[in-house]
């Protein structure tokens, strides 16, 4: 990927309004009702990384290996529409070498068994990711302080930025002034971004919550495209 096409993706407008991204040893949340796009904005993220010759692990409970592939395919393709990528079949090829996906049991899953499964990964695949997705987990209205603690530390450990997700608008859901869930914003001190996804008038617009220290962040232009689900200027 040129630098010329790189700076053509809205994700660089995410980024600015970030301070320069999420950053490698942190941890960023996106919120949004259930079907409304977290999965899908996660992939764009990775995506991007991707073809930036950097290493992607994709972690799901929801979905199968062969879904979270074939979502990938989706959005590469997208993607390519959208930057006017060329070499699409070469440019499939690096994304696939670049990213390992790993499906886990929602019930059993553990933060020791992912670590286990990096350990593996690094030890006999040589593959240190350099972005970790974590949809379906954690689900923060189960989760222990000392859990999120410990993603953040094994994002520190990996020197990797990892991205997750929450649910809003569940029934009973208290949140705070900002619209942070209670569940979320309880684990606030290991969170460096929040961010949220709302549907208005049929738009699905990105709203920053939290970024990094900032006592007032940015508002951006941004939302997700209803049909692919990736970031596009609005």
């Known amino acids: 990927m040129t630098k010329s096409i790189v700076e053509k993706s809205p994700v660089r407008i995410l980024e600015r309004a970030l301070g320069g991204g999420l950053g490698r040893g942190n941890i960023g949340v996106v ?10 904005f996660l992939i764009g993220l990775a995506i991007d990384k991707l073809l930036q010759n950097q290493r992607v692990l994709h972690i799901s409970t929801k979905e199968t290996v062969e879904h979270v592939i074939a979502y990938y395919d989706q959005l590469l393709h997208a993607t390519a529409e ?4 060329d070499n699409l079949l070469e440019r499939r090829l690096a994304v696939e070498r670049g990213r390992h996906v790993l499906v886990f049991n929602r019930e059993t899953f553990t933060l020791a ?5 990096i350990a593996f990964l690094r030890e006999g695949a040589d593959f240190q990711p350099d972005m970790l997705i974590m949809d379906g987990t954690p689900r923060f209205e189960y989760s222990e302080d000392w859990e999120i603690q410990g993603m953040r530390d094994l994002a520190r450990e990996m020197d990797a930025e990892v991205w997750t997700c929450g649910n809003l608008h569940r029934e009973g859901q208290e949140v705070d002034d900002r619209g942070v869930p209670r569940e979320v914003a309880w684990h606030e001190e290991h969170l460096a971004v929040i961010l949220s996804l709302a549907s208005v008038g049929g738009r699905i617009r990105l709203q ?11 508002s951006v232009s941004l939302e997700l495209d209803p049909d692919t689900r990736l970031l596009r200027w609005r």
């Open 208 to 218: 920053i919550l939290k970024e990094h220290d900032t006592e007032q962040p940015a």
């Open 82 to 85: 959208l930057l006017q990528l």
């Open 113 to 117: 068994k992912l670590r286990q499964s």
């Open 31 to 40: 919120l949004s009702r259930t079907g409304a796009g977290k999965t899908g």
